[in-house]
């Protein structure tokens, strides 16, 4: 898919998440704002999304550093973060690239925005 930009999340926006291990969920639903104070250097998963269908996935172990997005359509997706933890209740996985896995219907996430202020850089758009 191509990137059509970056934008800033909010508390009941419709995301997908695509982890290296679980692959593309989509159905989530940003749920809190986990303003949590971050150190100076660092950036922090203020985000949490969940996937509320029964059973749904939001995210594996070692999904962490794959992409939050929204769908636009068209093979277009808007950034919305990286995936920094999974967390929430234990759901099954389905299927994922490595057999040993534990999946959850919750994603903690850094905010792109957040991401692209820290370190100074730009999305690509495709």
């Not at 990137?3 to 989530?28: D, F, K, M, R």
């Given at each position: 898919m191509k990137v059509n930009g970056a934008s800033s999340t909010y508390v009941g926006s419709p995301v997908c998440t695509n982890g290296a291990n679980s692959?593309?969920?989509c159905n989530l639903i940003v749920v809190n704002n986990n303003?949590?104070?971050c150190a100076s250097q660092n950036v922090c998963h203020r985000?949490?999304?969940v996937n509320n269908n029964v059973n749904g996935v939001a995210a594996a172990n070692t999904d962490s550093g794959g992409s939050v997005y929204f769908d636009l359509g068209n093979d277009r997706v808007g950034a919305r973060g990286v995936i920094s933890?999974?967390?929430g209740l234990v759901?099954?996985?389905g299927n994922t690239r490595f057999a040993a896995s534990t999946c959850v219907n919750g994603v903690l996430f850094v905010g792109i925005v957040d991401i692209l202020q820290r370190w100074g850089v730009a999305i690509e758009k495709g």
């Amino acid at each position: 898919m191509k990137v059509n930009g970056a934008s800033s999340t909010y508390v009941g926006s419709p995301v997908c998440t695509n982890g290296a291990n679980s692959g593309q969920h989509c159905n989530l639903i940003v749920v809190n704002n986990n303003d949590v104070p971050c150190a100076s250097q660092n950036v922090c998963h203020r985000w949490i999304a969940v996937n509320n269908n029964v059973n749904g996935v939001a995210a594996a172990n070692t999904d962490s550093g794959g992409s939050v997005y929204f769908d636009l359509g068209n093979d277009r997706v808007g950034a919305r973060g990286v995936i920094s933890q999974a967390r929430g209740l234990v759901v099954s996985c389905g299927n994922t690239r490595f057999a040993a896995s534990t999946c959850v219907n919750g994603v903690l996430f850094v905010g792109i925005v957040d991401i692209l202020q820290r370190w100074g850089v730009a999305i690509e758009k495709g």
